[in-house]
């Protein structure tokens, strides 16, 4: 089966296509970039390009459903769902701090990312199953309800975590294909992709303005 996976919970552009029956995995991944509109569907064509593939060749597609910032996940999410109807194959979503827990070493982890506004979405793993979370939170006031071995958490918001959480060993950590696909259940007939958004976007709908009074009132 050859699988495409697509995340976009992160700053990072993390494209890439596993072959489930040989292990061989191809990655395209844009790091720090907030342009993923513009640049998923380009990005998707290179990869299949690189891998000698074409569209029609997919058998599935997996998509990271966040937690992430309301703008750029939607991306992945809405180019995934439409990869899928657009070729008849199913596309299966999971959460992408499941998918980055899945690359880190066994024991007990910490996952956050980026949430802006000063915060972090973050989950804990034991042996890479989710335990808690996910749920967002200022870094400061992250409450881990329990210890954890080990870290993965944007650099630039490393020291802004609990002194208690200072020490551990630590990794910055996005998705990528083989992990995406590794937690999803391709042999499941694949549910409706729910965004883990946790919170109300930051866009916000414009005040009303109030009439001027020279406009007079119209009945009609």
């Known amino acids: ?54 569209f029609p060749d997919l058998d599935a ?69 989710r335990t808690t979370g996910p749920g967002v939170d200022k870094p400061a006031e992250l409450a881990v309800p329990h210890d954890v071995d080990v870290i993965s958490v944007p650099e630039h918001l490393a020291a802004q975590l609990p002194e208690a959480l200072q020490d551990l060993p630590r990794h910055d950590l996005a998705p990528d294909a083989a992990s995406l696909v590794a937690v999803a259940d391709l042999a499941a007939t694949p549910e409706p992709l729910v965004p883990l958004y946790l919170r109300r976007p930051d866009a916000v709908p414009p005040k009303a303005v109030p009439k001027s009074p020279a406009i007079p009132e119209v009945e009609l």
């Open 61 to 129: 597609v997996v998509v990271g459903c966040g937690p992430g910032p309301f703008t750029g996940l939607r991306v992945g999410m809405a180019s995934g769902a439409a990869f899928g109807d657009a070729l008849g194959i199913p596309v299966h979503g999971v959460c992408s701090h499941d998918a980055i827990a899945r690359r880190l070493p066994a024991g007990r982890a910490l996952v956050a990312t980026d949430a802006r506004r000063r915060e972090i979405y973050w989950a804990t793993y034991d042996d890479g199953v």
């Open 1 to 54: 089966m050859l699988v495409l996976a697509i995340d976009t919970s992160t700053p990072d552009l993390v494209t890439g296509l596993v072959d489930t029956t040989t292990g061989n995995t191809h990655d395209r991944v844009i790091p720090g970039t907030r342009a993923h509109n513009e640049q998923l569907t380009p990005t998707v064509r290179a990869l299949l390009a690189d891998a000698g593939v074409t």
